[in-house]
């Protein structure tokens, strides 16, 4: 179903998927009253440009469908994603990209049936959650670096963005699509650093992939033997 003006819409019980073109302020209402189990949900970018100093009710979203299974909230401005998304368990499609988190959630580690992430153009975005391992069923994660594959200028001194990729990435066995990997300087009291040596074992990396090396990147001579690509043999390019 496509909505222009949710302001006094009653949302059918059997209704399942849902793009929404009403303002945020008149957006709330049928999130809270509806009892519709809905199983995809999209709201229109075009609507974002007279609304950015509306905050969407992304929190109203997460409590009240739980039976998502697709979920863009790109072009949203979301600046603090809720806890709550962790409470999705049958997500498989997240769509997170040109939004303004720093952080996300630690829950989003349970949406263990999710197989696709699309975080691309959230540039004040610094770090990935602790466990992002635990997304076992995860195939496809996009990511985006300041200043690659984009048109975005933020200045020679900008420093934000990813500043590593986070610790168990070669233990996602179902990691079909990595856009970019992130090598820089892990600022926590954690031993092991991430190193390109991670990327071993995710053999079944396809397509292309771009390695972005921080300037703050401190490579130890331990690990200097190479060879950390030999088993991707489905990749078809890789860019440093």
Excluded at 100 to 127: A, G, H, V, W
Excluded at 162 to 179: H, I, Q, S, V
Excluded at 181 to 196: A, D, N
Aim: with cysteine.
């Amino acid at each position: 179903i496509f909505i222009a003006d949710s302001g006094k819409l009653k949302l059918d019980e059997k209704l399942r998927h849902l793009y929404d073109c009403a303002s945020y302020d008149r957006t709330e209402g049928f999130i809270t009253a509806t009892t519709a189990k809905i199983r995809s949900y999209a709201q229109d970018c075009e609507s974002c440009s007279y609304a950015k100093d509306v905050q969407f009710p992304v929190r109203a979203l997460l409590v009240n469908w739980r039976s998502l299974r697709v979920l863009d909230l790109s072009c949203l401005n979301i600046t603090d994603l809720p806890n709550a998304i962790g409470g999705l368990l049958h997500l498989r499609w997240l769509d997170l990209s040109h939004n303004e988190m720093k952080m996300l959630p630690k829950s989003l580690t349970k949406l263990i049936n999710l197989q696709f992430l699309d975080l691309r153009e959230c540039y004040k975005l610094e770090e990935l959650p602790k466990d992002f391992n635990e997304l076992v069923n995860l195939r496809t994660l996009f990511l985006s670096y300041p200043g690659i594959n984009d048109e975005t200028s933020l200045g020679e001194d900008y420093r934000g963005g990813l500043r590593y990729m986070p610790l168990g990435m070669e233990k996602m066995a179902c990691l079909t699509t990595l856009n970019m990997f992130i090598l820089g300087q892990r600022k926590s009291s954690m031993k092991r650093e991430v190193r390109l040596e991670d990327l071993r074992v995710p053999r079944n990396l396809r397509g292309s992939l771009h390695i972005c090396i921080r300037a703050d990147y401190k490579h130890s001579q331990e690990y200097g033997r190479g060879g950390y690509l030999c088993n991707t043999e489905y990749l078809k390019s890789i860019t440093i």
